[in-house]
């Protein structure tokens, strides 16, 4: 019996004279790029989008393919895609949740790759309708804030961060991320302070939380009033300040953990004494630096407290007996996103979200 492989969205048999057939998905994304409404033939359309697997590396990668005239040419379907994504936020369904959040990821990534030169206006225009704009992103931002607040599912919450991380880092310069705008404007302060100061919530989103606060302090700090920044200035709440100097301590503790181990792994060994003696009659002053990858983000962080708010101080002098009860990433999260987000999408049945990549 022919085997079926499956490979970008293709379904592909080991017979060569059946041609290869795209999974129902794929097929209504197909649909979305036409410049007809897909919703004509079929009023069920985006009811039945949302309850499918979304296929984030076939999404994502036409999007990239089109210029900025060629998206302008399906806009309508593109604007339609991303307000129904934004209505699925609101439904008691998680799979529809889950669906609609890693495809507003598709959206924002694919659309910012293709235009990156582009104006953030036209962007925005592209993405959701510059008319549209402003009640979009409010209903956005508060479907995310609902969410994240909400005692619901931890796996929605790690995708709703990983969207808004999204957001904030798809432009080289955050200053120049026009859409942030709206998220000064429908501020998430408290949901991201809710998380810091709730023990089990911060020990599983806790990395991110912080991260997102400092990149959303440094969008146009010099040039206008932040309102992230106002708010972090005068936090006075213990619990608050505490679970931020938690999740900072934890993670520069992980970086010192990380060198030391690599340190002891190049003084350890017989044989990389006999490699450093034979190194050193060829090579003058051979000190080898150890390279252990500098946590950028959480610095950032740990900066943004100390010169905002007085009172993190205090904090920082403070001891932490929690530290190492909190599993902090691997890998730090960089300003800039490249690796496609969510290629390799999270499984719906059960919501156990995997790990987006935010490498550089």
């Not at 409010?138 to 790690?158: I, P, Q, T, V, W």
């Not at 999260?333 to 790990?355: A, C, R, W």
């Amino acid at each position: 019996m022919a085997q079926a492989e499956k490979k970008g969205g293709l379904l592909r048999k080991s017979s060569a004279n059946k041609k290869p057939l795209k999974e129902k998905v794929v097929l209504m994304y197909d649909e979305i790029f036409m410049t007809e409404d897909p919703s004509k033939c079929n009023p069920r359309f985006w009811e039945e989008l949302f309850l499918m697997k979304v296929n984030l590396e076939y999404l994502e990668g036409k999007l990239e393919s089109l210029d900025g005239e060629e998206l302008m040419k399906i806009k309508d379907n593109i604007n339609s895609l991303f307000q129904r994504c934004i209505r699925a936020l609101g439904e008691e369904h998680p799979i529809r949740v889950v669906n609609a959040l890693q495809t507003l990821c598709a959206l924002i990534r694919g659309v910012h790759q293709k235009n990156k030169s582009t104006s953030g206006f036209d962007i925005i225009n592209m993405l959701m309708g510059f008319d549209k704009a402003e009640m979009c992103m409010k209903n956005l931002m508060e479907s995310l804030d609902s969410l994240l607040c909400a005692e619901g599912s931890e796996s929605l919450k790690s995708l709703c961060l990983k969207l808004l991380l999204c957001l904030v880092t798809v432009t080289d310069n955050i200053s120049q991320n026009t859409i942030l705008e709206y998220v000064m404007i429908n501020s998430i302060f408290e949901a991201i302070l809710q998380i810091l100061s709730n023990p089990p919530s911060r020990r599983e989103h806790g990395y991110e939380a912080v991260v997102l606060l400092a990149l959303l302090v440094n969008y146009r700090k010099y040039e206008s009033v932040n309102p992230y920044i106002v708010k972090l200035s005068i936090i006075d709440d213990e619990a608050t300040l505490n679970g931020m100097g938690l999740v900072v301590a934890q993670a520069l503790s992980e970086y010192n953990r990380q060198y030391k181990d690599k340190e002891e792994e190049h003084q350890s060994g017989f044989f990389s004494t006999l490699t450093n003696m034979v190194g050193s009659m060829f090579i003058a002053d051979a000190d080898e630096k150890i390279s252990v990858q500098t946590n950028a983000a959480i610095l950032l962080a740990l900066y943004e407290a100390v010169h905002l708010n007085r009172n993190f101080i205090t904090v920082l002098a403070q001891s932490h007996p929690e530290i190492g009860l909190v599993t902090m990433p691997v890998s730090p999260v960089p300003t800039t996103p490249v690796t496609p987000l969510g290629t390799t999408p999270p499984s719906s049945d059960g919501l156990k979200l995997q790990e987006l990549s935010y490498d550089k």
